[in-house]
């Protein structure tokens, strides 16, 4: 399997990071510090993912998101009290030669496409290598966190920030209960501004645009859809902007039965000067402090008094996938989890196939799957397609049918 081929497969699989991608090239667009030199570094100096931003209105309204929630969760990582900040995903951002400038261990935990690509560009741009260090995880996959994470002591300032509007309900939950376990094992807190993310973009899109706001929304989430051949999936810790009430008991409720509490920090407390405020008038940028009154990020800790739902830590069987072309179908079995780390080796295999012989159809025997991310319901989706629907899944178990039903 040649890299090229490997990345291929990542891509397709994990279609979400290059979300990551348009956000360093706001960075730049906001004029952070090291943002350029990250973008020329991937060779994007033309800023290839915001191309199909075309009104310059969208461009700057998520620049001044971009750079807002990047400044603020820099502020709010230092006051933390931790000496080590796991930023789950790092991205492509230069956080971690800012923090390491600031004297704290840094850990970017990302999909292995993205460490690949932003871990030798940050060892080439600083000095303090040692407190810096990448590792490629699955964010549901507790076992790929865990041995990330295994040689760390010190109590944990764990950040999620454009992370958990992409998964699904199951998939929230396995996230949500994975940063638990790692506070109970290392101890410190999570500080995330994804709960509220969809009221930051409104407010922050309402404040400089006014009556014209929605429809530069509209525009904006498209093009991210699109980029990220994703759509944005239900889960019960994101709040719904219709229903703000109700939608954020439900989120706090969801961090409450993982045995956690919530501390909100109103956002127009914790933003420094913005390079973006230069493309605004001061009327605009009165509107928008004003407006991030409405804004929290969420400081979440271990709540001693309560006990998560099911405290039960479950194993996973090692990944195993075997695969044959048999009368001209393509068939496999998969042992244990589909996910972001596992499910681009099921399309590699299948693009392998392929190029051999074109199948008839493709069969897989999900009796020993135990869990399956959107990653692999993404791969099943392009084998289906390239098929004309000519798949067929056999030995569906509960829990698969449980988790995507």
Request: with cysteine; charged share 20%; glycine share 4%.
């Given at each position: 399997?040649?890299?090229?081929?490997?990345?291929?497969?990542?891509?397709?699989?994990?279609?979400?990071?290059?979300?990551?991608?348009?956000?360093?090239?706001?960075?730049?667009?906001?004029?952070?510090?090291?943002?350029?030199?990250?973008?020329?570094?991937?060779?994007?100096?033309?800023?290839?993912?915001?191309?199909?931003?075309?009104?310059?209105?969208?461009?700057?309204?998520?620049?001044?998101?971009?750079?807002?929630?990047?400044?603020?969760?820099?502020?709010?990582?230092?006051?933390?009290?931790?000496?080590?900040?796991?930023?789950?995903?790092?991205?492509?951002?230069?956080?971690?030669?800012?923090?390491?400038?600031?004297?704290?261990?840094?850990?970017?935990?990302?999909?292995?496409?993205?460490?690949?690509?932003?871990?030798?560009?940050?060892?080439?741009?600083?000095?303090?290598?040692?407190?810096?260090?990448?590792?490629?995880?699955?964010?549901?996959?507790?076992?790929?966190?865990?041995?990330?994470?295994?040689?760390?002591?010190?109590?944990?300032?764990?950040?999620?920030?454009?992370?958990?509007?992409?998964?699904?309900?199951?998939?929230?939950?396995?996230?949500?209960?994975?940063?638990?376990?790692?506070?109970?094992?290392?101890?410190?807190?999570?500080?995330?501004?994804?709960?509220?993310?969809?009221?930051?973009?409104?407010?922050?899109?309402?404040?400089?645009?006014?009556?014209?706001?929605?429809?530069?929304?509209?525009?904006?989430?498209?093009?991210?859809?699109?980029?990220?051949?994703?759509?944005?999936?239900?889960?019960?810790?994101?709040?719904?902007?219709?229903?703000?009430?109700?939608?954020?008991?439900?989120?706090?409720?969801?961090?409450?039965?993982?045995?956690?509490?919530?501390?909100?920090?109103?956002?127009?407390?914790?933003?420094?000067?913005?390079?973006?405020?230069?493309?605004?008038?001061q009327e605009q940028i009165r509107n928008f402090k004003t407006a991030m009154n409405d804004?929290h990020y969420w400081v979440i800790t271990l709540d001693e008094q309560r006990q998560q739902?099911?405290?039960?830590?479950?194993?996973?069987?090692?990944?195993?996938?075997?695969?044959?072309?048999?009368?001209?179908?393509?068939?496999?079995?998969?042992?244990?989890?589909?996910?972001?780390?596992?499910?681009?080796?099921?399309?590699?295999?299948?693009?392998?196939?392929?190029?051999?012989?074109?199948?008839?159809?493709a069969e897989i025997d999900c009796a020993k799957l135990e869990y399956i991310t959107s990653?692999?319901?993404?791969?099943?989706?392009?084998?289906?397609?390239?098929?004309?629907?000519?798949?067929?899944?056999?030995?569906?178990?509960?829990?698969?049918?449980?988790?995507?039903?």
């Amino acid at each position: 399997m040649t890299i090229e081929t490997e990345r291929n497969s990542q891509a397709q699989a994990n279609p979400v990071f290059m979300t990551a991608k348009t956000a360093i090239c706001l960075m730049a667009a906001a004029n952070i510090p090291d943002a350029s030199t990250i973008v020329r570094c991937l060779e994007l100096e033309n800023h290839d993912p915001l191309q199909n931003m075309i009104d310059p209105d969208v461009i700057l309204g998520n620049a001044l998101v971009v750079e807002t929630k990047y400044r603020a969760m820099c502020s709010l990582i230092k006051d933390s009290g931790c000496h080590v900040c796991v930023d789950l995903p790092c991205g492509y951002t230069p956080k971690a030669l800012h923090l390491s400038k600031a004297g704290m261990r840094f850990i970017g935990l990302d999909l292995p496409i993205v460490v690949q690509e932003i871990e030798p560009i940050i060892r080439s741009l600083t000095t303090s290598s040692d407190e810096i260090t990448f590792h490629g995880i699955d964010a549901t996959n507790y076992e790929s966190i865990r041995t990330a994470l295994q040689n760390v002591t010190g109590p944990l300032c764990i950040t999620t920030e454009g992370m958990m509007m992409y998964f699904d309900a199951h998939e929230a939950d396995a996230v949500v209960s994975n940063i638990r376990a790692m506070l109970e094992l290392h101890g410190g807190l999570w500080i995330t501004p994804d709960p509220e993310f969809i009221l930051q973009f409104f407010y922050s899109f309402h404040s400089i645009f006014g009556k014209d706001s929605l429809a530069k929304l509209a525009t904006s989430k498209e093009s991210a859809q699109q980029q990220a051949n994703v759509t944005n999936l239900s889960n019960p810790l994101i709040i719904n902007p219709d229903d703000i009430i109700r939608s954020a008991k439900t989120a706090e409720n969801f961090i409450n039965s993982h045995g956690m509490k919530v501390e909100k920090i109103t956002l127009a407390e914790h933003i420094p000067n913005l390079s973006i405020y230069q493309q605004l008038t001061q009327e605009q940028i009165r509107n928008f402090k004003t407006a991030m009154n409405d804004c929290h990020y969420w400081v979440i800790t271990l709540d001693e008094q309560r006990q998560q739902a099911d405290d039960t830590e479950q194993q996973s069987t090692p990944f195993e996938m075997n695969y044959t072309l048999e009368n001209n179908m393509f068939k496999v079995s998969i042992v244990g989890r589909l996910d972001s780390l596992t499910a681009p080796q099921l399309l590699t295999a299948w693009e392998k196939i392929k190029t051999t012989s074109m199948p008839m159809g493709a069969e897989i025997d999900c009796a020993k799957l135990e869990y399956i991310t959107s990653a692999g319901i993404r791969v099943f989706l392009i084998i289906q397609k390239t098929l004309g629907r000519n798949l067929t899944l056999t030995n569906i178990n509960t829990c698969i049918i449980t988790i995507h039903a």
